[in-house]
Structures are given as C-alpha cells and as structure tokens.
C-alpha cells in the first residue's frame, strides 16, 4: 500500500541556516505530494503541493521537488526564521487509493 | 479554498463525560473527514462522514466510542464518548477536493481529559 517515511525530529537550527526535511514515499500509480505546517498551537495548513513528476512546489521560501526516479519530495529553505518553528508533515494522496496518507512529521524549532 | 469553523477549540473534560465536536463549513461538500492527532503523532484518520450515510470508521475506531452526524453537506459534528484520559488529543475536520487535490483543515479541538 501507499506510504510516506518522513525524516525524524526534531530538528534544531539557528536562524538563516539552510533546511532539509526528508520525505519518501511508496505508492502505485502517480499520487500527488503535499507537505503541510503545523504551527504551536494551530491546525494544519498546506505549505505546498505537487501534482505531478519533476513539479515543483514552493511558497513562503520552501520548496520541495517531485522526484518520481528517487521517490522523494525533500523540503527545503535556504534561510529559515524563528517563525517558521512548526512541525512539517509530507503527505500523499492517489495512486489507487484516494485517501491522504501521511508521515510522522518532523518538529522544527529555529533559534535567533 | 473553503474555511472550516470548528468548536470547541479546546476544553478539559472528566473521565467517563462525552463531548461532542462541531465542524461548520462555507460551502456544501460531499465527505467530510475526522482526524485524530495523539500528542506528538501525525495524524490518524478515524472516519468519512458522508451525508445522509453513516460514517465509515477506520480499523481501530468504533461507532459507539465516536458516534458521528452529518445532518446536511455543510456540518458535521463528532462526538468522543465516555472519555479517558487516553483520549486527550487534538481532533481535526477536514475535507478533501476531489481527486489528487489538498485537503482543508479546521482548526482542531484540543482535548484534554482528566
């Protein structure tokens, strides 16, 4: 069945250091990526998507990339702030199977 | 996107109560879906609620324990019964465009039992 192995936390960084939060994924056909943000306290936002191979989705200065050969939709941001401290989860959904399927989520915590 | 009302946003509860969880949306949608995240977990499906069907509840979640409602294509309310202290946790709405598209959460209900 689908699944994602998302990186594990929590993860520690100064402010302006360069992100990497890891994410792979198992699924049949051609399923759609997402990563969603989780601020203290908060429900779930979406940060970014992509629908297809090789997409890439970015906003607020992440961006992650569809990687169909690796299996993967790394997150990544070259500067990160004391605000953007939340926890990150890679989901999937589609393939075969409609349902959201989602990875651990990985804290993140930025010190000024 | 649609905005989802949920409420309450958190409340402490007496072992053995049962509180009951409300999801209102701007626009009609066909399934709506409730979610549970234990303390720092991801998040668990519970059930699918459609209109005017019962709910389909996921392996591990029962119809006695989360009874859910969905009286009309715009609200859904969910109800955790006869509470535990295993039950604290955060209980999120959601519901999901058709297709490979993003899902939309509410704000969450943030329980706590004791």
């Known amino acids: 069945g689908n699944s994602v192995t998302q990186m594990e936390g929590p993860v520690t960084l100064s402010e302006e250091a360069f992100l990497t939060i890891n994410c792979t994924y198992t699924?049949?056909?051609?399923?759609?990526l997402f990563w969603y943000v989780q601020y203290p306290g908060e429900g779930l936002q979406l940060l970014l998507k992509a629908t297809k191979a090789d997409d890439k989705g970015s906003n607020k200065g992440f961006e992650a990339t569809y990687r169909k050969e690796t299996t993967s939709f790394h997150l990544e941001k070259g500067s990160v702030q004391v605000s953007d401290s939340a926890v990150y989860f890679c989901?999937?959904?589609?393939?075969?199977?409609?349902?959201?399927?989602w990875g651990l989520g990985t804290s993140l915590a930025v010190n000024p | 996107s649609a905005v989802i009302s949920q409420k309450p946003s958190r409340d402490i509860c007496q072992r053995g109560t049962s509180l009951t969880i409300q999801c209102q949306v701007d626009?009609?949608?066909?399934?709506m879906f409730w979610y549970r995240q234990q303390p720092g977990q991801s998040l668990t499906l519970i059930a699918t609620?459609?209109?005017?069907?019962?709910?389909?509840?996921e392996s591990g979640f029962v119809i006695d324990k989360f009874p859910i409602s969905r009286p009309n294509l715009t609200f859904s309310t969910l109800t955790v019964s006869n509470m535990s202290p295993e039950d604290s946790s955060i209980y999120l709405c959601s519901l999901e465009g058709t297709g490979n598209t993003e899902a939309f959460f509410g704000q969450g209900t943030r329980l706590t039992v004791v």
């Open positions: 699924a049949t056909g051609y399923p759609s």
């Open positions: 989901a999937l959904r589609g393939g075969n199977n409609r349902k959201l399927i």
């Open positions: 626009s009609q949608v066909t399934m």
């Open positions: 609620a459609n209109q005017g069907s019962e709910a389909t509840y």
